[in-house]
Structures are given as C-alpha cells and as structure tokens.
C-alpha cells in the first residue's frame, strides 16, 4: 500500500509539473507575441495602405523577403510569378510548411480607417480598378512575418525545418498552383505538415474555428454558349430560340443537386448570369450561361461537370437543333480544389490551441462552400499533414451589437469589411507558433 501511495503522489507530482509547464509555455508564447503586436501592426497598417492585385504583388513580395532575410532565412523570390520561399533549417526534424497569400480585390475601400486604401491600378482585363485588402491578406502577412520572427528568435526550442511561402494570386484560384509548378516540392525542402489560416468575417475576434476533413470546397466556372437561329420576334416559327432553350438548361441544372446526388452530399450549381439579345423584336441567335460549380469530393465535382454537359446537349437534342448548333460547354482553367484538413492532426491542434488560449476560444465550424486554394499544397502529396483554420476579426462590440439587434455583418470581400486586425494577428501568431514549437519540438 505504501508502494501504492509513492507512485500515486509521484504521478501526481509530474502531472502538477506538466501542467504548469504547460501554462508557463503558453504564458511566455502570449508574452513575446505582445512584445512584437506594435511592429507587426506597423507592418500590418502599411501592407493595408499599399495593396496589389492576384500576380502583380511586386511590392509585397519585395517587402516581406527583405525582413524574412534580416530574420535569417533563406529566401527565394519569383517562385511561381511573384511568390517568396523562406527556408530555415535548425537539424534534424519534420519539415513545416507555413503560407500567407499576398494579393488584394479590385475594391473601393469604404471602410473609414485612417490607414484605408487610396490604391488604383489597371486589371488582367485592363480596366482601372481601386485596390483593397477586402479579404484581409495583409493580416495573414502581418502574421506570416510574426511567427518567422518568433521561431527564429526561439531556435532552441525547435528542431526541423521551416518552408514559410508568401503565395500570389489566391484571389484567381491559381497562386498555389503556379508556385507548385514551378518547383515548390522539388527546388525546396518538401514539407511533412502543412499550416495556414484565414481571417473570418462570421466569428468574434480572437476566436479560432477548426474543421476536420472537407473545409472549402472545390470550385469550378463553367461556360455554356447556347446556340440557335436568330430572326424577328413577330415569327418565332421561324427561329430557334437560344433564350428559351438556355431557360430550359436553367431549370432542368437544378436537378442535379436535387435528384442525382446524396441529399447528405453538399454541392451547388448556380447560374449566375444569362446573356442574349440586344432588342425587343429580335430573336438572337446565341446566349451565354456563366455558372459556378462547388463540391466537395472529386467524385460529386466530375458527376456535376458531366450533367451539365449530358442537360446542355439533351435539350439542344430535344429542341431539334442540328449537332453543329448543340450548346457548348467549357471548364474555365482556373479551378480550385477542395481543402481538406486532415482529420487526426487538426483535432490535436484544435487541443493545443484550447490549452494555449482557452477553450471558450476555440471551436469547430462547418465546412464553407467559398473556394481556397491551399488545398493544392495537399493534393500534391497526400501524405502531407494539412491543417487551414479560422482567426475570427469581427470586433467584439460590432459583433455583441450584431446578435442582439440581427443585423448583418460586412462579409470577406465587403468594401466595408475592417477585422480588429490586432486580434487577428496577436491570435494567429501565438496559434502559428506553438504548432510550430509543437511539432518541431526536440
């Protein structure tokens, strides 16, 4: 019994010290994360100020190089357009992968901030736009130099390798494919684990929401040129109407959703935009459907794609048009894939950020049907650890205001969308970091 007893006391003993280990670990993570929050937010209000569009983030990457090379990492510019690869080896260890993506929204900034936007600039598409950080990428920056700044400061506490990736043109859905292509995994160390987050525009500030597997989906823009015979509107006999057969795409695409998939298999088909015809009397001889496709699996995205192909041409079939004037069907390029968080290890980081900030802090969410293209950094290697996560910006007064009056709040790429960037920050800083320290732990 005695025996009992000493171990029963010793057990109790380490716990004890685990525990405060534990708490002093966290304790000293907050504190040096709040000893860097005023020159991050320096950085944060000027990346703010100074915003580029998807593959024209020169500025940004030139900007965020220099201080990753002044932290001690070794970087490399231009990776896949305008991307930046640091790289910081400290022994032997797993290697993890950290990414922000760069680039701002042709957006007129309303949001009334000191520091707002004033940024104007030509498009791709060679129209004069304003520019704004409407989805908030100059926060993943800020935290993105924040946590480079940590670790390499804290190196003895960690041993492995950092790949941290400035990524472009998340926007168009082709950043992490660019950089992918142009030799991430093979010109670089390939990492064993992956990390990201993004601010959200639907949780409290300071608040982190975690989704095992599928977290976005897959998104596809497809095309459909209906074609027809065009002629006056007083002898429609006369004519193969295109407005009235692409209405009938219209309504026979909502089945797909509704009839042909698991009722517990999310998905969407929207058609976003029908355009035909330039007058009242005049029957045109083509229309154009501009659709946006989201799934999760690769299974429910081909079963998608090929329905809308098979309705197209079934209802040219069915209105008796010949096979040259069949509707046409295009997959635009810039697909992006699902996001999907490893399950196993995103539950043991939602654990670790509990005990680091607290469990009133940390929950998880549903998956979001809004495209992201950190995914591809997983579909690449599915061995990869991958793991994106929530840092809630919505500031605590706007959102105590929202829920007792039910209004709304501005979303991701609102002109007036303005998160409480020193929570966002602070939180996804000290989050970033003790993964890292976790992981990479000697």
Not at 4 to 23: D, E, F, M, P
Not at 274 to 297: C, E, M, P, W
């Amino acid at each position: 019994m005695k025996n009992i007893a000493l171990i029963t006391s010793v057990l109790c003993l380490v716990s004890s010290s685990l525990t405060y280990a534990t708490a002093n670990s966290s304790s000293n993570n907050a504190k040096s994360v709040q000893a860097a929050m005023p020159e991050l937010m320096t950085l944060y209000k000027d990346l703010h100020q100074t915003p580029e569009l998807s593959s024209a983030e020169f500025n940004t990457a030139k900007k965020l190089a220099k201080i990753a090379r002044e932290l001690g990492f070794d970087v490399t510019e231009k990776v896949g357009g305008t991307g930046v690869v640091a790289v910081l080896k400290n022994g032997k260890g797993p290697t993890v992968l950290i990414r922000a993506d760069m680039d701002a929204l042709p957006v007129k900034e309303q949001t009334g901030l000191a520091f707002a936007s004033k940024v104007t600039t030509t498009t791709e598409e060679g129209q004069q736009a304003h520019v704004m950080h409407a989805c908030a990428h100059d926060t993943h920056m800020s935290s993105w130099v924040g946590t480079a700044k940590l670790l390499s400061e804290n190196k003895k506490s960690w041993s492995g390798t950092l790949v941290m990736i400035l990524q472009p043109a998340e926007e168009r859905g082709r950043g992490a494919k660019d950089m992918l292509a142009d030799g991430l995994y093979k010109r670089f160390p390939k990492p064993d684990y992956a990390l990201a987050f993004h601010n959200s525009a639907s949780l409290k500030a300071g608040v982190i929401g975690y989704t095992p597997g599928f977290t976005f989906a897959n998104v596809d823009s497809v095309n459909i040129l209906v074609k027809g015979v065009g002629g006056h509107g007083a002898y429609p006999h006369a004519t193969k109407d295109p407005i009235v057969l692409g209405a009938r795409i219209v309504g026979a695409l909502q089945t797909l959703v509704s009839r042909e998939l698991d009722p517990q298999d999310p998905a969407v088909v929207t058609v976003g935009s029908f355009q035909s015809g330039t007058k009242h009397n005049i029957i045109s001889d083509q229309a154009l459907l501009l659709l946006t496709v989201r799934s999760y699996s690769d299974e429910t995205r081909q079963t998608l794609l090929d329905g809308i192909a098979r309705i197209a041409k079934g209802e040219g079939i069915a209105m008796g048009l010949p096979e040259k004037l069949l509707p046409v069907v295009t997959v635009k390029d810039e697909y992006t894939p699902a996001t999907y968080n490893a399950p196993e290890f995103t539950k043991k980081m939602a654990n670790l950020f509990s005990a680091e900030l607290g469990k009133d802090r940390i929950i998880e969410v549903p998956p979001v049907m809004a495209g992201e293209d950190f995914g591809r950094y997983y579909k690449a290697d599915t061995n990869i650890k991958s793991m994106i996560f929530w840092v809630g910006g919505v500031p605590v007064d706007k959102w105590q205001a929202a829920q007792e009056t039910g209004e709304g709040l501005p979303s991701l790429h609102s002109p007036y969308w303005a998160p409480d960037a020193q929570k966002v920050i602070s939180t996804a800083t000290q989050a970033m970091n003790s993964a890292v320290l976790t992981i990479l732990a000697k």
